[in-house]
């Protein structure tokens, strides 16, 4: 009679580190995670959220498509907001995808047969160690590569703040690097459908005093400018206010305008795919 009750004392005891462990195992997978290392893809239903749970990075579908793309948005929104998309020209017809990093540094996109779908093709000079993606709370995808311990960031290889979309971001360039000549201009979606760029699109022209334009197709349909030092004439954007506050910076290198929040308000500037151009504030009570 001992001996069974201490058989089914060890058996509960059994049981109870099995469900146990069940549940931490379970929990630690549907953990948040804001960093990817190298070579450990991220399949297509997964996601990765920033630290504060400000953004989040997936795969979606845009209003009724059923193309698939590697995109960011918020995370609290109720309303599915999406500020960025890598793959933008190369969607995936199902949903088969995956990203991940690669062990050189780059930030790829495969589809279900292994097929590259997107790279963001960094150029890195040097052997790459302990490279890893992350999703910072500022919404910049940030490729770098880690120190020895794996604790911080050592290197900048690439990163999303440097390809904006039809969306600036608080911190986000609006400008061009005279280095490069790359420049951080806004595109717009082809439709609400379809995330790859549209006719529209909003660039800080350089020629001579900065101004910014317009334009639909080859044509200029707005002007904002001249840069007075204090602000561009006709836009509003640079007026002091409680929300935000804005920099222009010119230099031998480059020239950009940004802003950043004063508050916790979600903001950002947006091209629609019809051509619009406003800024946009998410009113949590109205859900609007």
């Known amino acids: 009679m001992l001996k069974k009750m201490i058989?089914?004392?060890e058996s509960d005891s059994i049981?109870?580190?099995?469900?146990?462990?069940?549940?931490?195992?379970?929990?630690?997978?549907?953990?948040?995670?804001?960093?990817?290392?190298?070579?450990?893809?991220?399949?297509?239903?997964?996601?990765?959220v920033s630290n504060g749970k400000i953004f989040e990075l997936g795969f979606f579908g845009p209003g009724k498509s059923k193309s698939r793309y590697l995109?960011?948005?918020?995370?609290?929104?109720?309303?599915?907001t999406v500020v960025w998309v890598a793959n933008r020209e190369t969607p995936i017809t199902d949903r088969s995808g995956m990203f991940k990093v690669s062990s050189d540094g780059n930030l790829e996109i495969l589809s279900?047969?292994?097929?590259?779908?997107w790279s963001s093709k960094s150029t890195v000079s040097g052997r790459i160690n302990n490279s890893v993606v992350q999703l910072l709370d500022s919404g910049n995808l940030v490729v770098s590569e880690r120190d020895d311990n794996n604790s911080t960031n050592k290197n900048l290889i690439w990163q999303s703040f440097d390809h904006p979309g039809d969306t600036i971001l608080p911190r986000m360039r609006f400008g061009k690097d005279?280095?490069?000549?790359?420049?951080?201009?806004?595109?717009?979606?082809?439709?609400p459908d379809d995330p790859s760029i549209g006719v529209y699109s909003n660039i800080l022209d350089t020629d001579g005093y900065?101004?910014?334009?317009?334009?639909?197709?080859?044509?200029?349909i707005s002007r904002h400018g001249l840069w007075d030092g204090l602000g561009f004439s006709g836009l509003p954007i640079d007026k002091t206010n409680p929300i935000y506050s804005s920099k222009f910076v010119v230099s031998e290198r480059e020239i950009y305008?940004?802003?950043?929040?004063?508050?916790?308000?979600?903001?950002?500037t947006v091209?629609?795919?019809d051509g619009r151009t406003g800024q946009l504030n998410w009113i949590q009570r109205t859900q609007e």
């Not at 580190?17 to 991220?42: E, G, H, K, R």
């Not at 005279?178 to 439709?191: A, F, I, N, P, R």
């Open 112 to 117: 279900g047969s292994n097929t590259m779908v």
């Open 178 to 191: 005279l280095v490069t000549g790359k420049e951080w201009m806004m595109t717009s979606w082809k439709s």
């Open 271 to 273: 091209l629609t795919w």
């Open 257 to 268: 305008h940004k802003y950043e929040l004063k508050s916790s308000v979600v903001q950002r």
């Open 210 to 220: 900065p101004q910014i334009f317009g334009w639909q197709d080859q044509v200029v």
């Open 71 to 80: 995109g960011i948005w918020y995370k609290k929104i109720s309303i599915c």
């Open 15 to 48: 049981l109870v580190f099995l469900f146990i462990s069940f549940i931490s195992l379970l929990l630690s997978n549907c953990a948040a995670i804001d960093t990817v290392y190298a070579d450990q893809p991220i399949q297509d239903g997964r996601t990765v």
């Open 7 to 9: 058989s089914s004392m």
